[in-house]
């Protein structure tokens, strides 16, 4: 039987999605009692899905693609053109291997030496100023990770604009305004500077290490055997560089968790417990904002449910919702990491870096190494001498990616 989709009453809710931020198509699944409906926005006549359910029929590749999902706004500051998150089918799943073959046992361990390194450097630094701004300071040391870790050199005196180029790829993404543009601009540089290198590789004029993705992205050939074109391999590498630096999100958030839950701290300064490290960092990434929903449109015509879903509709996937479901979590506005005890591990119902498969699905391809680099982060803060002075910890529920406002100061003791 054919039902009528539940509808969000209202010409277009653009400013509603503004000013509610990371809860409103949340909001509206209450209002409209369905986890599927339709809204408008950004001009346009949109399906919200919610919850688990409605997350596994978003990831059925035969029913939505992503080739014309993104707005043009986000490909120009965030994304990028031409690159993994805009493929479909084969050439997707060929791409995705290009990204998946880095994220080994091995691979990943590297990185997380890397880390290990890096925190034990910067922490000599901090000790002796006053005060430091995490926030700056980890993106600093995950772009240097980062640039490392894909064989892109990094000379000092370039760490300082690097981070920021990268930094204002995915802070520009939902603004409007100068820094919506000062984020185009730094993707134009940003990939002026990896087009540069990939030309010195290609050209032989660059020693760089054959595991790395400098070296294997710049010599990736598509499903027909042509080398990709220099502007695709940096767009493809800085889907690699500029995510790693955003894991400093996720890191301000661990370390203000820890303010916030002391107990917490306590536990896992004590525990001899290696799991509730994972725990505490999954409940960070479930509890905190950070990416609202995943946009795909209609592929062809098909019905679900006894709804309608129309060919090129845009359709969003309430991320943030579905990790605060009230079906599957029980009181999901509080902080409680030993629910992951309990977790069964479903790719549907926690999916803060997308749902479904890695391989063959748009999943986030680096979701393994942000737990671990997350993880490896905790176990040096759990054990740090630090105080946070007196500021302003709040958290915007609109701006995107939030952060506390003040950055998180520290005082390294
Ligand atoms: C895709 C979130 C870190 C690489 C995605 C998606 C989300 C996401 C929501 C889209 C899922 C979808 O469209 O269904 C995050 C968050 C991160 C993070 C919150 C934490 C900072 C990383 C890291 C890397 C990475 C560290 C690489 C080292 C990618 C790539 C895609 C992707 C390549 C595209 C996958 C595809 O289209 O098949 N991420 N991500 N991400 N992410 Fe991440």
Same mark, same amino acid.
């Given at each position: 039987?054919?039902?009528?989709?539940?509808?969000?009453?209202g010409?277009?809710?653009?400013?509603?999605?503004?000013?509610?931020?990371?809860p409103?198509l949340?909001?509206?699944?209450?209002?409209?009692?369905?986890?599927?409906?339709?809204?408008?926005?950004?001009?346009q006549q949109?399906?919200?899905?919610?919850?688990?359910?409605?997350?596994?029929?978003?990831y059925?590749?035969?029913?939505?693609?992503?080739?014309?999902?993104?707005?043009?706004?986000?490909?120009?500051t965030?994304?990028?053109?031409?690159? @993994?998150?805009?493929l479909?089918?084969e050439?997707?799943?060929?791409?995705?291997?290009?990204?998946?073959?880095?994220?080994?046992?091995?691979?990943?361990?590297?990185?997380?030496?890397?880390?290990?390194?890096?925190?034990t450097?910067?922490?000599q630094?901090?000790?002796?100023?006053?005060?430091?701004v995490?926030?700056?300071?980890?993106?600093?040391?995950?772009?240097?990770?980062?640039?490392?870790?894909?064989?892109?050199?990094?000379?000092?005196?370039?760490?300082?604009?690097?981070?920021?180029?990268?930094?204002?790829?995915?802070?520009?993404?939902a603004?409007?305004?100068?820094?919506?543009?000062?984020?185009?601009?730094?993707?134009?540089?940003?990939e002026?500077?990896?087009?540069?290198?990939?030309?010195?590789?290609?050209?032989?004029?660059?020693?760089?290490?054959?595991?790395?993705?400098?070296?294997?992205?710049?010599?990736?050939r598509?499903l027909?055997?042509?080398?990709?074109?220099?502007?695709?391999?940096?767009?493809?590498l800085?889907?690699?560089?500029?995510?790693?630096?955003?894991?400093?999100?996720?890191?301000?958030?661990?370390?203000?968790?820890?303010?916030?839950?002391?107990?917490?701290?306590?536990?896992?300064?004590?525990?001899?417990?290696?799991?509730?490290?994972?725990?505490?960092?999954?409940? @960070?990434r479930?509890?905190?904002?950070?990416?609202?929903?995943?946009?795909?449109?209609?592929?062809?015509?098909?019905?679900?449910?006894?709804?309608?879903?129309?060919?090129?509709t845009?359709?969003?996937?309430?991320?943030?919702?579905?990790?605060?479901?009230?079906?599957e979590w029980?009181?999901?506005?509080?902080?409680?990491?030993?629910r992951?005890?309990?977790?069964?591990?479903?790719?549907?119902?926690?999916i803060?870096?997308?749902?479904?498969?890695f391989?063959?699905?748009?999943?986030?391809?680096?979701?393994w190494?942000?737990l671990?680099?997350?993880?490896r982060?905790?176990?040096?803060?759990?054990?740090?001498?630090?105080?946070?002075?007196?500021?302003d910890?709040?958290?915007?529920?609109?701006?995107?990616?939030?952060?506390?406002?003040?950055?998180?100061?520290?005082q @390294?003791?």
């Amino acid at each position: 039987m054919i039902k009528k989709m539940p509808k969000e009453s209202g010409i277009d809710h653009t400013l509603a999605l503004l000013k509610e931020g990371y809860p409103f198509l949340f909001n509206r699944r209450q209002e409209v009692d369905s986890t599927i409906f339709k809204t408008r926005i950004l001009g346009q006549q949109a399906i919200a899905l919610s919850g688990k359910e409605a997350a596994s029929l978003f990831y059925d590749n035969e029913k939505f693609r992503r080739s014309d999902a993104a707005p043009k706004r986000i490909q120009k500051t965030l994304f990028g053109e031409g690159g @993994v998150q805009s493929l479909d089918g084969e050439a997707h799943h060929h791409r995705k291997a290009m990204f998946m073959t880095l994220m080994s046992r091995d691979g990943l361990n590297e990185m997380y030496e890397i880390i290990d390194k890096e925190l034990t450097a910067a922490n000599q630094n901090w000790k002796k100023e006053n005060h430091i701004v995490l926030d700056k300071e980890i993106q600093k040391l995950l772009t240097k990770a980062a640039c490392q870790w894909v064989g892109v050199p990094l000379p000092d005196k370039e760490i300082n604009q690097r981070t920021e180029q990268l930094a204002d790829m995915f802070e520009s993404a939902a603004s409007i305004g100068p820094k919506h543009w000062k984020g185009r601009k730094s993707r134009k540089n940003g990939e002026e500077w990896i087009i540069s290198l990939v030309r010195q590789v290609r050209n032989n004029e660059m020693a760089v290490d054959e595991d790395r993705a400098l070296y294997t992205f710049s010599w990736h050939r598509d499903l027909d055997g042509n080398l990709l074109n220099e502007k695709i391999v940096a767009v493809e590498l800085l889907n690699l560089l500029r995510p790693i630096v955003a894991i400093s999100a996720y890191i301000n958030f661990l370390v203000l968790a820890l303010y916030e839950h002391p107990e917490e701290r306590e536990n896992l300064k004590n525990t001899d417990n290696e799991n509730r490290f994972e725990w505490f960092c999954q409940e @960070v990434r479930r509890y905190y904002p950070f990416f609202p929903f995943a946009a795909a449109r209609v592929k062809r015509d098909f019905i679900w449910n006894g709804f309608t879903f129309k060919e090129g509709t845009l359709t969003l996937l309430d991320l943030y919702g579905t990790n605060h479901d009230p079906n599957e979590w029980s009181e999901p506005n509080q902080f409680k990491p030993d629910r992951f005890q309990e977790w069964k591990g479903s790719p549907f119902d926690f999916i803060p870096q997308g749902g479904g498969e890695f391989n063959l699905g748009h999943r986030c391809a680096g979701e393994w190494m942000t737990l671990g680099v997350m993880k490896r982060c905790l176990s040096f803060f759990v054990h740090m001498d630090f105080e946070l002075p007196e500021q302003d910890l709040s958290y915007s529920m609109t701006e995107m990616p939030s952060k506390p406002k003040s950055k998180i100061i520290m005082q @390294v003791h």
